[in-house]
């Protein structure tokens, strides 16, 4: 048994080093460039829709349609694709360096809430990249279509209500993790702060803090109409980001109220390209 987890061990290691090799690491770089210029795109899309000026969907597949249709579209969404989905195995791959403590009964516990992390973060990354793939190759999907048709088709299945309430329920945990990463500022895990500049720590604090509380908030919005559309079989209720913008537009404060949004994920966005500039994959730091 020894032997074989050294071999293991050995194997892991020399993926480790593949994940670690320099040029991954340029290119999750990239990734996080694309990633945080999406949340730009979203930001302007959803000052439009402050504006009443109705383009293309506030959300991430909005933001790719609107990166398609300018000058070197699809040159820019292969980038953008491949780029994400090198940083959702960079982000992913962190659970290489992890992987020994899942053995250790006293740190186990530990372990597997820090590797799901890394596999969980790597995954919407890795999403984001495929869908910038497809929409490279013409493929492209409106989201806040989609997932109507995703709910009603799951909703009339065998215990479809309670798969239906339970997404609801992770989606909304996912945004007030995301929400407590703001307040807490729990954010600047994702920074290496001896890289980074003292000067410079307060403002990307500052903007990912804000970052993150808008992002929460967004998808506790999308988590609650997912909620709805399972207690009233009404799957108009069941929309992606783009929903919940819209019905926060809906409201009497709207306008203001999705400006406020808008300046969030610009937040977001700039929060991104700093992490792009001082990145950490450790989700345990």
């Keep these: 048994m020894s032997s074989l987890l050294e071999r293991v061990h050995s194997a892991v290691e020399r993926a480790r080093e593949v994940t670690d090799h320099p040029v991954l690491t340029h290119l999750a770089r990239v990734g996080l460039v694309a990633y945080g210029a999406m949340h730009l795109l979203i930001a302007v899309l959803a000052a439009r829709m402050a504006l009443g000026l109705r383009g293309a969907d506030?959300?991430?597949?909005?933001?790719?349609?609107?990166?398609g249709q300018g000058p070197g579209g699809r040159a820019l969404l292969w980038a953008i694709g491949l780029?994400?989905?090198?940083l959702g195995l960079w982000q992913a791959a962190e659970i290489l360096l992890w992987w020994r403590g899942l053995l250790d009964r006293a740190h186990r516990r530990r372990t597997a809430v820090v590797c799901a992390k890394c596999l969980v973060k790597g995954g919407v990354y890795g999403f984001l990249g495929i869908t910038a793939l497809l929409f490279a190759l013409g493929l492209e999907y409106e989201a806040d279509e989609r997932l109507p048709e995703v709910t009603e088709d799951v909703l009339d299945i065998p215990g479809g209500v309670a798969a239906v309430y339970l997404a609801a329920a992770g989606v909304v945990a996912v945004g007030l993790y995301t929400l407590a990463r703001g307040f807490t500022g729990g954010c600047m895990k994702d920074i290496d702060l001896p890289a980074a500049p003292?000067?410079?720590e307060p403002l990307i604090e500052g903007i990912g803090r804000i970052g993150y509380?808008?992002?929460?908030?967004?998808?506790?919005?999308v988590g609650v109409l997912l909620w709805r559309a399972a207690g009233s079989a009404d799957?108009?209720?069941a929309t992606g980001l783009d929903g919940a913008m819209t019905a926060i537009a809906g409201v009497s404060a709207g306008p203001w109220l999705l400006a406020?949004?808008?300046?969030?994920?610009a937040a977001f966005g700039v929060y991104a390209l700093a992490r792009a500039r001082?990145?950490?994959r450790d989700p345990s730091s």
């Design 83 to 86: 780029g994400l989905v090198c």
């Design 260 to 265: 406020g949004v808008a300046a969030g994920f």
């Design 58 to 67: 506030a959300d991430q597949t909005g933001a790719l349609q609107t990166v």
């Design 213 to 221: 509380v808008t992002k929460g908030i967004a998808f506790g919005l």
């Design 235 to 237: 799957v108009s209720d």
């Design 198 to 200: 003292d000067r410079w």
């Design 278 to 280: 001082y990145p950490d």
